[in-house]
């Protein structure tokens, strides 16, 4: 399964802070990510979630500690609803396959050394 560690720097905090008010959410929750995910994707991406933003997708949160293949599964998802951006949390997430992004799909992390995606291993 994937896993995550979250050394959160200032750089770190600030970019996640950056990002997600960018793509629409706010610090302070009430974003309603989905019925069974942190309030935010601020909360969602501080926790080690992949969060995936489309149009007609209502922010959807991939944990990675359910899937060996958390970022696939993330730009899976975008694509099906017709393309957007998938947000990696600050740390490391192990991907255990390929990572095959699809047409109007992006995948943004929180800089060098700052998201880290690794291959896992069995």
């Known amino acids: 399964m994937g896993s995550v560690t979250a050394p959160l720097g200032r750089r770190a905090y600030l970019s996640l802070v950056l990002a997600a008010t960018t793509a629409g959410y706010s610090l302070f929750g009430g974003d309603d990510v989905s019925a069974d995910s942190p309030t935010s994707a601020t909360e969602a991406l501080l926790a080690g ?64 050394n700052v998201s880290v995606v690794r291959r896992g291993l069995g």
């Open 49 to 112: 979630h992949l969060v995936a933003i489309a149009r007609n997708l209502d922010g959807a949160v991939v944990r990675p500690d359910e899937t060996a293949t958390p970022v696939q599964d993330a730009l899976d998802r975008v694509a099906e609803a017709g393309g957007g951006r998938v947000y990696l949390p600050p740390g490391r997430v192990s991907e255990r396959g390929p990572i095959r992004p699809h047409p109007n799909t992006g995948l943004y992390g929180f800089g060098m």
